[in-house]
Protein backbone atom coordinates (compact mmCIF):
# COMPACT_ATOMS: atom_id res chain seq x y z
CA UNK A 1 0.00 0.00 0.00
CA UNK A 2 1.52 3.43 -0.79
CA UNK A 3 1.63 5.76 1.72
CA UNK A 4 0.36 8.93 1.74
CA UNK A 5 1.85 10.97 4.57
CA UNK A 6 4.64 12.04 2.50
CA UNK A 7 5.51 15.17 -0.33
CA UNK A 8 8.25 15.56 -2.58
CA UNK A 9 10.14 17.31 -0.32
CA UNK A 10 10.01 14.64 2.20
CA UNK A 11 10.95 12.41 -0.41
CA UNK A 12 14.22 14.67 -1.18
CA UNK A 13 15.01 14.75 2.73
CA UNK A 14 14.75 11.11 2.91
CA UNK A 15 17.70 10.62 -0.16
CA UNK A 16 19.45 13.05 1.86
CA UNK A 17 19.44 10.91 5.00
CA UNK A 18 20.24 7.77 2.82
CA UNK A 19 23.41 9.67 1.47
CA UNK A 20 24.23 10.49 5.22
CA UNK A 21 23.73 6.75 6.27
CA UNK A 22 25.82 4.92 3.02
CA UNK A 23 28.66 7.48 3.49
CA UNK A 24 29.57 8.44 7.43
CA UNK A 25 27.91 5.54 9.25
CA UNK A 26 27.44 2.40 8.00
CA UNK A 27 31.08 2.04 6.49
CA UNK A 28 32.34 2.40 10.57
CA UNK A 29 29.31 1.38 12.42
CA UNK A 30 31.20 -2.63 13.20
CA UNK A 31 34.28 -0.31 14.57
CA UNK A 32 31.82 1.84 16.54
CA UNK A 33 30.29 -1.31 18.10
CA UNK A 34 33.64 -2.46 19.52
CA UNK A 35 34.56 0.89 20.60
CA UNK A 36 31.28 1.37 22.78
CA UNK A 37 31.06 4.69 21.52
CA UNK A 38 30.02 7.02 18.48
CA UNK A 39 32.25 9.87 17.46
CA UNK A 40 31.19 13.51 18.17
CA UNK A 41 32.15 14.38 14.94
CA UNK A 42 29.81 12.28 13.38
CA UNK A 43 27.58 14.79 15.19
CA UNK A 44 29.09 17.74 13.96
CA UNK A 45 28.64 16.09 10.30
CA UNK A 46 24.73 15.10 11.05
CA UNK A 47 24.89 19.26 11.81
CA UNK A 48 26.06 20.24 8.91
CA UNK A 49 23.82 17.86 7.19
CA UNK A 50 20.76 19.26 8.57
CA UNK A 51 20.04 16.27 10.44
CA UNK A 52 20.12 17.36 13.95
CA UNK A 53 17.18 19.38 15.67
CA UNK A 54 15.41 19.91 12.21
CA UNK A 55 12.25 21.53 14.01
CA UNK A 56 14.00 24.17 16.08
CA UNK A 57 13.73 27.86 14.56
CA UNK A 58 15.92 29.07 12.51
CA UNK A 59 16.58 32.00 14.74
CA UNK A 60 18.48 29.05 16.96
CA UNK A 61 20.72 27.22 13.80
CA UNK A 62 17.55 24.70 13.22
CA UNK A 63 16.24 23.66 10.11
CA UNK A 64 12.34 26.26 11.15
CA UNK A 65 10.54 23.05 9.52
CA UNK A 66 7.82 22.18 12.65
CA UNK A 67 6.85 19.20 10.53
CA UNK A 68 7.31 15.80 12.86
CA UNK A 69 7.59 13.96 9.54
CA UNK A 70 11.19 14.85 9.19
CA UNK A 71 11.91 13.53 12.55
CA UNK A 72 9.98 10.37 11.45
CA UNK A 73 12.09 9.80 8.61
CA UNK A 74 15.28 10.17 10.28
CA UNK A 75 14.38 7.36 12.76
CA UNK A 76 12.62 5.44 9.37
CA UNK A 77 16.04 5.05 7.86
CA UNK A 78 17.85 4.42 11.08
CA UNK A 79 15.98 1.38 11.40
CA UNK A 80 16.33 0.52 7.71
CA UNK A 81 20.12 0.55 7.95
CA UNK A 82 20.97 -1.78 11.02
CA UNK A 83 22.62 1.07 12.71
CA UNK A 84 21.67 1.96 16.03
CA UNK A 85 24.73 3.47 17.59
CA UNK A 86 24.01 6.83 16.72
CA UNK A 87 21.50 8.97 19.66
CA UNK A 88 20.53 11.30 16.98
CA UNK A 89 16.38 10.27 18.01
CA UNK A 90 16.79 10.89 21.53
CA UNK A 91 18.45 14.10 20.73
CA UNK A 92 16.17 15.82 18.01
CA UNK A 93 13.08 13.58 19.17
CA UNK A 94 13.40 13.17 22.58
CA UNK A 95 15.23 15.80 24.59
CA UNK A 96 15.97 19.20 22.86
CA UNK A 97 11.43 19.42 22.71
CA UNK A 98 11.99 20.13 26.45
CA UNK A 99 13.86 22.99 25.39
CA UNK A 100 11.75 24.24 22.64
CA UNK A 101 8.58 23.79 25.12
CA UNK A 102 9.62 24.92 28.23
CA UNK A 103 12.85 27.05 28.24
CA UNK A 104 13.04 30.68 28.11
CA UNK A 105 14.55 32.82 25.44
CA UNK A 106 17.84 33.30 27.17
CA UNK A 107 17.98 29.59 27.88
CA UNK A 108 17.01 28.74 23.98
CA UNK A 109 19.54 31.22 22.67
CA UNK A 110 22.37 29.29 25.27
CA UNK A 111 21.63 26.10 24.70
CA UNK A 112 19.81 25.17 21.41
CA UNK A 113 22.73 27.05 18.39
CA UNK A 114 25.54 24.38 19.48
CA UNK A 115 22.51 21.33 19.71
CA UNK A 116 21.75 22.00 16.41
CA UNK A 117 25.19 21.82 14.98
CA UNK A 118 26.38 18.90 16.86
CA UNK A 119 28.58 21.10 18.77
CA UNK A 120 26.71 19.88 22.05
CA UNK A 121 24.93 16.67 22.69
CA UNK A 122 22.11 15.76 24.46
CA UNK A 123 20.46 13.05 26.98
CA UNK A 124 17.59 13.08 29.76
CA UNK A 125 18.24 11.25 32.86
CA UNK A 126 14.89 10.02 34.73
CA UNK A 127 15.67 6.50 35.16
CA UNK A 128 16.89 5.76 38.69
CA UNK A 129 19.24 2.26 39.71
CA UNK A 130 15.97 1.66 42.51
CA UNK A 131 13.58 2.14 39.71
CA UNK A 132 12.86 3.88 36.46
CA UNK A 133 8.69 3.36 36.03
CA UNK A 134 7.69 5.50 39.54
CA UNK A 135 9.29 8.59 38.34
CA UNK A 136 6.57 10.36 41.74
CA UNK A 137 9.05 8.32 43.44
CA UNK A 138 12.31 9.08 42.32
CA UNK A 139 15.24 9.46 44.76
CA UNK A 140 17.41 12.26 43.05
CA UNK A 141 17.00 15.59 45.06
CA UNK A 142 18.17 19.23 43.99
CA UNK A 143 17.39 21.36 47.05
CA UNK A 144 17.30 25.45 46.63
CA UNK A 145 20.43 27.40 48.42
CA UNK A 146 20.06 30.81 47.09
CA UNK A 147 20.48 31.55 43.63
CA UNK A 148 21.53 27.46 43.25
CA UNK A 149 19.90 24.03 43.53
CA UNK A 150 22.22 21.48 45.28
CA UNK A 151 21.77 18.50 43.49
CA UNK A 152 22.42 14.77 45.09
CA UNK A 153 21.58 10.76 43.40
CA UNK A 154 22.07 9.33 40.61
CA UNK A 155 20.53 7.73 37.20
CA UNK A 156 21.02 5.15 35.24
CA UNK A 157 20.51 3.77 31.66
CA UNK A 158 21.35 7.28 30.10
CA UNK A 159 21.69 7.14 26.35
CA UNK A 160 24.19 9.73 24.71
CA UNK A 161 25.38 9.49 28.51
CA UNK A 162 29.06 9.34 28.03
CA UNK A 163 29.07 11.97 25.18
CA UNK A 164 26.55 14.32 26.77
CA UNK A 165 27.28 17.78 27.04
CA UNK A 166 23.79 18.80 28.51
CA UNK A 167 21.75 16.66 30.95
CA UNK A 168 17.81 17.12 31.57
CA UNK A 169 17.54 15.82 35.48
CA UNK A 170 14.20 14.68 36.44
CA UNK A 171 14.66 15.47 40.21
CA UNK A 172 12.77 15.67 43.34
CA UNK A 173 13.23 19.75 44.37
CA UNK A 174 10.25 19.02 46.81
CA UNK A 175 11.09 15.73 48.35
CA UNK A 176 7.70 15.90 50.94
CA UNK A 177 5.39 15.60 47.49
CA UNK A 178 4.76 13.17 45.03
CA UNK A 179 3.91 14.51 41.49
CA UNK A 180 4.36 18.37 42.05
CA UNK A 181 7.84 17.42 43.84
CA UNK A 182 9.12 17.43 40.81
CA UNK A 183 11.57 19.51 38.60
CA UNK A 184 13.66 19.74 35.75
CA UNK A 185 17.22 20.94 35.65
CA UNK A 186 19.85 20.98 33.73
CA UNK A 187 22.78 19.92 34.37
CA UNK A 188 26.41 20.88 32.11
CA UNK A 189 29.57 19.05 31.47
CA UNK A 190 32.14 20.45 33.52
CA UNK A 191 30.49 21.62 37.12
CA UNK A 192 31.87 20.61 40.06
CA UNK A 193 30.10 17.28 41.47
CA UNK A 194 29.09 15.89 38.18
CA UNK A 195 30.85 12.36 37.44
CA UNK A 196 29.99 9.94 34.53
CA UNK A 197 30.33 5.96 35.26
CA UNK A 198 30.78 3.44 33.01
CA UNK A 199 29.55 3.42 29.45
CA UNK A 200 27.47 0.42 30.47
CA UNK A 201 27.85 -3.55 28.39
CA UNK A 202 24.33 -4.11 27.26
CA UNK A 203 22.71 -6.68 25.15
CA UNK A 204 22.36 -5.04 22.18
CA UNK A 205 23.29 -1.56 21.32
CA UNK A 206 26.64 -1.42 21.04
CA UNK A 207 27.81 1.75 19.73
CA UNK A 208 25.25 4.15 21.61
CA UNK A 209 26.66 4.86 25.02
CA UNK A 210 24.68 4.27 27.51
CA UNK A 211 25.96 5.37 31.20
CA UNK A 212 25.68 6.09 34.82
CA UNK A 213 25.57 9.31 35.51
CA UNK A 214 26.74 10.59 39.56
CA UNK A 215 25.34 13.46 41.45
CA UNK A 216 27.65 14.79 44.44
CA UNK A 217 26.58 18.22 45.59
CA UNK A 218 25.90 19.76 42.07
CA UNK A 219 25.74 23.30 42.45
CA UNK A 220 23.34 24.10 39.57
CA UNK A 221 22.20 27.65 39.07
CA UNK A 222 18.54 28.37 39.31
CA UNK A 223 18.59 29.74 35.78
CA UNK A 224 19.29 26.21 35.00
CA UNK A 225 16.04 25.11 35.78
CA UNK A 226 13.50 24.25 32.50
CA UNK A 227 10.12 25.69 33.41
CA UNK A 228 8.36 26.28 36.23
CA UNK A 229 9.18 24.77 39.73
CA UNK A 230 7.14 21.47 40.84
CA UNK A 231 6.06 21.16 37.14
CA UNK A 232 8.67 18.61 35.72
CA UNK A 233 6.20 15.22 36.26
CA UNK A 234 3.67 16.80 33.95
CA UNK A 235 6.49 18.32 31.57
CA UNK A 236 7.02 14.55 31.22
CA UNK A 237 3.83 13.49 30.91
CA UNK A 238 2.93 15.90 28.13
CA UNK A 239 6.09 14.71 25.83
CA UNK A 240 6.51 11.15 26.32
CA UNK A 241 3.74 10.80 23.51
CA UNK A 242 6.03 11.96 20.93
CA UNK A 243 8.95 9.37 22.38
CA UNK A 244 7.18 6.62 22.43
CA UNK A 245 5.65 7.59 19.00
CA UNK A 246 9.18 7.53 17.37
CA UNK A 247 10.05 4.29 19.18
CA UNK A 248 6.67 2.69 17.36
CA UNK A 249 7.86 4.11 13.96
CA UNK A 250 11.36 2.36 14.31
CA UNK A 251 10.11 -0.98 15.82
CA UNK A 252 7.35 -1.07 11.99
CA UNK A 253 10.58 -0.16 10.11
CA UNK A 254 12.67 -2.72 11.82
CA UNK A 255 10.35 -5.15 11.03
CA UNK A 256 9.55 -4.13 7.52
CA UNK A 257 13.55 -4.01 7.14
CA UNK A 258 13.71 -7.77 8.37
CA UNK A 259 10.95 -8.71 6.47
CA UNK A 260 12.74 -7.62 3.30
CA UNK A 261 16.27 -9.38 4.05
CA UNK A 262 14.35 -12.69 5.08
CA UNK A 263 12.19 -12.76 1.72
CA UNK A 264 15.47 -12.36 -0.33
CA UNK A 265 16.72 -14.99 1.46
CA UNK A 266 13.90 -17.87 1.04
CA UNK A 267 13.99 -16.60 -2.69
CA UNK A 268 17.67 -17.77 -2.77
CA UNK A 269 18.33 -20.08 -0.04
CA UNK A 270 17.26 -24.18 -1.99
CA UNK A 271 16.72 -27.17 0.00
CA UNK A 272 15.73 -29.90 -2.18
CA UNK A 273 16.09 -28.53 -5.10
CA UNK A 274 14.22 -25.57 -4.82
CA UNK A 275 13.80 -22.27 -3.03
CA UNK A 276 12.61 -22.26 0.78
CA UNK A 277 10.72 -19.91 0.14
CA UNK A 278 8.08 -22.13 -1.89
CA UNK A 279 7.39 -24.39 0.61
CA UNK A 280 3.85 -23.73 2.38
CA UNK A 281 5.11 -23.15 5.82
CA UNK A 282 7.37 -20.66 4.79
CA UNK A 283 5.17 -18.82 2.54
CA UNK A 284 2.49 -18.39 4.86
CA UNK A 285 4.79 -17.22 7.69
CA UNK A 286 6.17 -14.53 5.13
CA UNK A 287 2.28 -13.96 4.33
CA UNK A 288 1.33 -13.42 7.86
CA UNK A 289 4.42 -11.16 8.86
CA UNK A 290 3.34 -9.08 5.75
CA UNK A 291 -0.25 -8.27 6.88
CA UNK A 292 0.81 -7.71 10.40
CA UNK A 293 3.49 -5.47 9.66
CA UNK A 294 0.79 -3.45 7.00
CA UNK A 295 -1.59 -3.43 9.83
CA UNK A 296 1.15 -1.66 11.98
CA UNK A 297 2.50 1.08 9.28
CA UNK A 298 -1.30 2.35 8.33
CA UNK A 299 -1.89 2.32 12.39
CA UNK A 300 1.70 4.46 13.19
CA UNK A 301 1.00 6.55 10.09
CA UNK A 302 -2.70 7.27 11.73
CA UNK A 303 -1.03 8.15 15.03
CA UNK A 304 1.56 10.46 13.16
CA UNK A 305 -1.40 12.10 11.57
CA UNK A 306 -2.81 12.83 14.90
CA UNK A 307 -0.03 14.15 16.49
CA UNK A 308 0.93 16.76 13.50
CA UNK A 309 -2.70 17.82 14.44
CA UNK A 310 -1.71 17.61 18.45
CA UNK A 311 -4.38 15.37 18.72
CA UNK A 312 -2.05 12.21 20.05
CA UNK A 313 -3.32 11.08 23.46
CA UNK A 314 -0.93 9.30 25.61
CA UNK A 315 -3.03 6.21 25.40
CA UNK A 316 -3.14 6.08 21.90
CA UNK A 317 0.91 6.32 21.95
CA UNK A 318 0.94 3.65 24.13
CA UNK A 319 -1.08 1.55 22.26
CA UNK A 320 1.33 2.22 19.40
CA UNK A 321 4.45 1.27 21.08
CA UNK A 322 3.05 -1.63 22.70
CA UNK A 323 2.04 -3.37 19.75
CA UNK A 324 4.91 -2.62 17.45
CA UNK A 325 7.58 -3.31 19.74
CA UNK A 326 5.92 -6.69 20.48
CA UNK A 327 5.37 -7.02 17.00
CA UNK A 328 8.65 -6.30 15.91
CA UNK A 329 9.67 -8.83 18.37
CA UNK A 330 7.79 -11.42 17.05
CA UNK A 331 9.01 -10.87 13.65
CA UNK A 332 12.81 -10.84 14.18
CA UNK A 333 12.16 -14.32 16.01
CA UNK A 334 10.35 -15.43 12.64
CA UNK A 335 12.63 -14.45 10.47
CA UNK A 336 15.90 -15.59 12.59
CA UNK A 337 14.07 -19.10 12.52
CA UNK A 338 13.64 -18.80 8.40
CA UNK A 339 17.50 -18.04 8.04
CA UNK A 340 18.20 -21.48 9.64
CA UNK A 341 21.70 -21.89 10.60
CA UNK A 342 22.63 -17.89 8.93
CA UNK A 343 20.67 -16.68 11.11
CA UNK A 344 22.39 -17.45 14.27
CA UNK A 345 25.50 -15.87 12.59
CA UNK A 346 26.26 -11.88 13.41
CA UNK A 347 27.60 -11.42 9.81
CA UNK A 348 23.79 -11.80 8.98
CA UNK A 349 22.00 -8.77 9.79
CA UNK A 350 18.93 -10.60 10.91
CA UNK A 351 20.91 -11.77 14.22
CA UNK A 352 22.15 -8.38 14.79
CA UNK A 353 18.63 -7.12 14.67
CA UNK A 354 16.87 -9.70 16.46
CA UNK A 355 19.70 -8.53 19.68
CA UNK A 356 19.00 -4.96 19.28
CA UNK A 357 15.31 -5.17 19.17
CA UNK A 358 14.92 -6.50 22.41
CA UNK A 359 15.26 -2.64 24.31
CA UNK A 360 12.38 -1.61 22.45
CA UNK A 361 9.46 -3.55 24.33
CA UNK A 362 11.23 -1.76 27.91
CA UNK A 363 12.32 1.56 26.85
CA UNK A 364 10.38 4.31 26.87
CA UNK A 365 7.79 2.82 29.60
CA UNK A 366 7.77 -1.29 29.83
CA UNK A 367 4.88 -2.35 27.81
CA UNK A 368 3.21 -3.64 30.83
CA UNK A 369 3.05 0.30 32.03
CA UNK A 370 1.72 0.98 28.31
CA UNK A 371 -0.95 -1.50 29.30
CA UNK A 372 -1.57 0.18 32.34
CA UNK A 373 -2.12 3.34 30.65
CA UNK A 374 -4.22 2.17 28.00
CA UNK A 375 -6.49 0.39 30.55
CA UNK A 376 -6.41 3.75 33.03
CA UNK A 377 -7.39 5.53 29.63
CA UNK A 378 -10.56 3.16 29.39
CA UNK A 379 -12.04 4.30 33.14
CA UNK A 380 -10.45 0.44 34.68
Not at 284 to 312: N, P, S, W, Y
Amino acid sequence: MKRTLFAHEHDLFRETVRRFIEKEIKPYHEAWEHAGIVPRELWLKAGKAGLLCMNVPEEYGGGGVDDFRYNLILAEEMAYSNCTGPGFSLHTDVAVPYILHYANDEQKARWLPKLCTGEHIIAIAMTEPSGGTDLAGMKTRAIREGDHYIMNGSKTFITNGINADLVIVACKTNPDEAHTGMSLIMVERGMDGFVRGRNLEKMGWHAQDTAELFFENVRVPVENRLGDEGMGFFYLVNQLPQERLIIAAGAIAGAEAALEWTLAYCQSREAFGKPIGTFQHSRFKLAEMKTQIQIGRVFVDRCVELHLRGELTADVAAMAKWWTTDLQKRVLDQCLQLHGGYGYMLEYPIAKAYIDSRWAPIGGGTNEIMKELIGKAMGL
